[in-house]
């Protein structure tokens, strides 16, 4: 592995990036001290690069080169246009928690109707408390930057046998420009109950401005799940997300991600099944054009037996971006009877356009049922031409064959309302496509 | 579901402990010191007679692996390897220069009687026909060159082949014969700097063979190497090259056996391929190294590098595997399709069982236009292995029109041990159409019920099935070795399906 470079292309020491935040950072002297060990962490290994498998395809280092500095409070002005953002950017009904900039703007959020159902504070309170929330079990540079640096975020716990009336939506909102914002949040969903949650992520004027967020969910026995989240940040911004979701026994969980923004883009998640018995559909779309990369990268670990896990994805590329999907399903040596499949699939707009697929299998069981699929090329000529020969133009044909291609992962989301609003962001997409 | 109950026994039967090629030949041996410096890399020059040129190329080589470390990437583990420890050459001690096969060593020759290898060129030579009922009917004529440790002992039907015009000979002699063939293509396809072991190939490669077919020539026979390491503490190094003119064809085939030992043993072989236009090379192994006993010791480091070039427009070449020995595997037998309409195809067949690791694939890279790929895996892990399959299909920007088609499928026998599948699948062109599928399954409920209800038993109704499945491969050996690697895998292969 290559020496952490202790300075970054701006000329600024990599170090100043903790110290110059530090003393905006919430948390009690302990927390600071477990941030700051944290932070060392991340300096030792520098941004993840190509050499280190899991970012083979995802070069921070030549992708992102550096981390900006940590966005600084927002004023009224960014509030203003934060706001906006959130009427353009809601689901109909929805109790909404924004952050805006990395720090949770209560103004804008709906705590008073969602405490009536479900336990809230932010990650700001907690850590005034102990630095819990700030510890996981990797060993990833950018997680290891998240806990030193992360500003806030909402702490969410749904009660056993709660059936959450309405989904729940957290919005981040970027308004600072060539900033950072840091954010980590917590989702715990008790045993029996039934909620939706969905993550947003859009700019209100911000431009080349970078997102490291984290969220840790834990599912309880028999709750029955949705979780949505959809990545629309800004075309030059730059997103890393990571995931860590644990999942109980008899659990019904539907996770989306769509990603549609963001000139580099990474969702890294990790889904245990720690409970038997327990069902997983995770999907996802990467719609990307001109310069931008997007990576989807998901492990799915069947820690125990009888579990069942579906995942369907679709990249969409157009110009000269770059889609990365690597899948990985785990079965662990006791987990018997496991079925595990995964369908990967990327369509090429330009011969300029870029897939690259990593889909692994790593079986430790006999008794198991497990499959990837991964396919990858251009829209089908024959296709094109019927529609044609119907009378649609060229680009509309186009869009129709790329709605239906996306289609078979977005149909997975089974509420009706949140799959219109998915199908509405990538059609404004198709309509941006040049 | 679980391997059925006869099919576990049958593994058991071909298990480690089993190894029938584990014994071992006494004869004198001369070997180089032990260790590695540029003293051995020129010991093994001087020891062939080659001309200056070649100890250059490997002197180049060595100084080369000094700067490399070992790769780590793959999923295997082992202790470190003392390459300071090792012989770098070994040859069985010559009586004096070796005309025909009977000035060679008897003990020699008994060993590949022993290990089923027709060294002997027998009566067809003088134009005999076999008698009836003497000869099997099937036994079509297979031209043999054998590598014993370090040298190449035997070629047979050196005559019939020349006669074609088709040079098959050491790899030594041709160094000495054939010097501009050698120099142009030896390193073309696998560079000394290509990756550490290929490196120490290079520097201290002791033989090998060469095949060199000229255009439009269809070789008349099989041609075969068979690899056998005897010594202790050695490493076998042998480098293979062959290239096929415009419009010929070659079917190659290599097996590999060695005797039982404690210690482990490395074998590190580059095997380059080169397809002119319209040229055709197919390329079987049977590998059956040693793969150390029930307690994981022992066995050979099976660490190589196979790689082919389809130079040439509409050439193509075709790997075929059977990997069922060696400690560890680590091999990736690749084609880089540069000519148009080339073809690269890769069937293999892995089993490991005991303490055996395997990472094993391969890389299929198109350059060229309308280019196609076929990669046929099938991976079985038994005992305590660990059996991977890692796989590269790659497209570059100008490979219009590329195809691939991949499926790998394993099978776990047993819960101790482990399959897992990493391919690698980049396409950078929207012409490219690529079609990957892997699974981990069983036999479909519907069909064994199927064959049940016709009166088999469940036993027969999944050796049917199997026997279907693995045909996609094992077809495409040809027929000597598709009936030795029947016998090693059929067995294997029940109780899998895709």
């Known amino acids: ?434 | 579901m679980p391997a059925v109950q006869e099919t576990v026994e049958r593994v058991k039967r071909i298990d480690v402990d089993q190894y029938r090629y584990g014994f071992e030949t006494l004869i004198e041996s001369d070997k180089a010191p032990k260790g590695l410096s540029e003293e051995t890399v020129k010991f093994i020059s001087e020891k062939k007679n080659e001309p200056a040129w070649m100890l250059q190329w490997r002197l180049e080589a060595y100084r080369r692996w000094l700067t490399m470390t070992e790769p780590t990437w793959a999923r295997v583990d082992y202790p470190k390897i003392d390459f300071q420890d090792l012989y770098y050459y070994a040859a069985p001690k010559p009586k004096k220069t070796v005309t025909s096969l009977d000035e060679i060593d008897p003990e020699i020759l008994k060993t590949y009687e022993k290990l089923g290898i027709p060294l002997r060129e027998v009566a067809m030579l003088e134009g005999v026909e076999p008698k009836p009922g003497e000869e099997d009917p099937a036994r079509r004529k297979i031209a043999v060159d054998a590598v014993f440790d370090s040298v190449s002992v035997a070629t047979t039907f050196k005559a019939e082949l020349k006669k074609a015009g088709v040079i098959f000979m050491p790899i030594s002699e041709a160094i000495r014969e054939h010097p501009e063939l050698v120099q142009k293509y030896l390193g073309s396809v696998v560079p000394t700097s290509d990756n550490f072991y290929a490196t120490l190939n290079s520097a201290v490669f002791s033989d090998g063979s060469f095949v060199y077919v000229p255009p439009g020539v269809r070789c008349p026979m099989e041609l075969s190497t068979y690899f056998r390491i005897n010594e202790r503490n050695t490493g076998q190094f042998e480098r293979t090259l062959i290239i096929a003119d415009k419009g010929s064809y070659v079917s190659y085939l290599e097996g590999c056996t060695a005797p039982q030992r404690d210690e482990n043993q490395l074998h590190a072989a580059v095997v380059e391929l080169v397809a002119h236009d319209d040229a055709e090379i197919k390329y079987s192994t049977v590998q059956n190294w040693y793969p150390g006993n029930s307690e994981g010791k022992g066995g050979i480091y099976n660490f190589v590098t196979k790689r082919g070039d389809c130079r040439g427009n509409n050439s193509k070449i075709s790997w075929t595997q059977v990997e069922t020995g060696s400690a560890i595997t680590w091999k990736y037998p690749s084609c880089i399709l540069r000519g148009d309409n080339s073809r690269g195809e890769f069937y293999s067949i892995a089993i490991s069982n005991g303490f055996q690791q395997v990472d094993s694939g391969t890389k299929m890279i198109h350059l060229g236009k309308n280019t196609s790929s076929r990669i046929i895996s099938k991976g079985i892990a038994a005992g305590k292995s660990q059996n991977t399959y890692r796989g590269l299909v790659t497209a570059h920007r100008k490979a219009t029109g590329a195809r691939n088609f991949t499926a790998c499928d394993s099978l776990l026998i047993g819960d101790k041990c482990g399959a897992h599948t990493v391919p690698y699948i980049e396409a950078k062109n929207s012409s490219a159409t690529f079609e990957h599928e892997a699974t981990t399954s069983k036999i479909s409920e519907d069909v064994l019920f199927y064959c049940v209800q016709r009166g088999l038993s469940q036993e027969e109704a999944v050796g049917l099935v199997v026997n279907g499945f693995v045909k996609d491969v094992l077809q495409q050996l040809p027929m000597e070795f598709a009936v030795e690697a029947q016998k090693l895998i059929s067995i294997s292969l029940e109780g899998s399906v895709g």
């Open chain 1, 1 to 434: 592995m290559n020496v952490a470079v202790a300075k970054t292309g701006s000329g600024r020491a990599v170090s100043d990036l903790f110290a110059s935040a530090e003393g905006r950072l919430p948390g009690s002297p302990s927390v600071i001290a477990s941030r700051r060990e944290a932070f060392e962490t991340y300096e030792r290994l520098g941004l993840p690069h190509r050499r280190i498998e899991e970012w083979k395809y995802t070069d921070l280092r030549a992708l992102v080169g550096e981390v900006l500095p940590l966005a600084a409070a927002p004023d009224a002005a960014a509030l203003k246009r934060a706001a906006d953002a959130v009427k353009a950017h809601a689901i109909a009904g929805a109790r909404k928690l924004v952050l805006v900039d990395g720090v949770f703007a209560a103004d804008l959020s709906d705590v008073r109707a969602l405490t009536a159902e479900a336990g809230f504070r932010t990650l700001r309170e907690t850590l005034e408390k102990d630095a819990g929330l700030l510890t996981t079990a990797s060993t990833d540079a950018v997680i290891a930057l998240n806990a030193a640096m992360a500003t806030d975020g909402v702490v969410l716990s749904i009660a056993d046998g709660a059936q959450l009336s309405a989904p729940i939506q957290i919005i981040h909102i970027a308004t600072a420009a060539s900033a950072s914002a840091f954010t980590r949040s917590q989702v715990v969903i008790g045993k029996g109950a039934r909620a939706t949650l969905v993550e947003s992520f859009v700019a209100a004027g911000a431009k080349a401005y970078q997102v490291n967020d984290a969220v840790i969910v834990t599912v309880g026995d028999d709750a029955d799940v949705a979780h949505i989240r959809l990545m629309d940040d800004a075309p030059d911004a730059v997103n890393v997300t990571s995931h860590f979701v644990t999942v109980g026994a008899n659990v019904k969980l539907n996770f989306f991600n769509m990603t549609t923004g963001a000139a580099v883009s990474r969702l890294q998640g990790l889904i245990t099944l720690a409970g038997e018995g327990s069902e997983l559909s995770a999907n996802g779309v990467n719609l990307l054009q001109k310069t931008e990369h997007g990576d989807t990268t998901l492990v799915v670990d069947h820690a125990v037996p009888n579990c069942v896990s579906r995942e369907v994805f679709r990249a969409v590329i157009d110009d000269r971006a770059h889609s990365v999907f690597q899948g990985r399903i785990i079965v662990r040596p006791d987990a018997q009877k496991t079925d595990g499949k995964m369908m990967t699939r990327a369509l090429l707009l330009s011969d300029e356009a870029e897939a690259d697929n990593k889909p692994e299998l790593e079986i430790f069981a006999d008794d198991v049922s497990c499959g990837h699929g991964a396919t990858s090329g251009a829209l089908d000529d024959s296709l094109l031409f019927y529609l044609k020969a119907r009378g649609l133009p060229e680009k509309q044909a186009q869009a129709l064959l790329i709605q239906a291609f996306v289609g078979e992962a977005v149909e997975q989301i089974a509420d009706d309302g949140l799959r219109e609003h998915v199908i509405g962001i990538a059609e404004r997409w198709l309509e941006r496509r040049s």
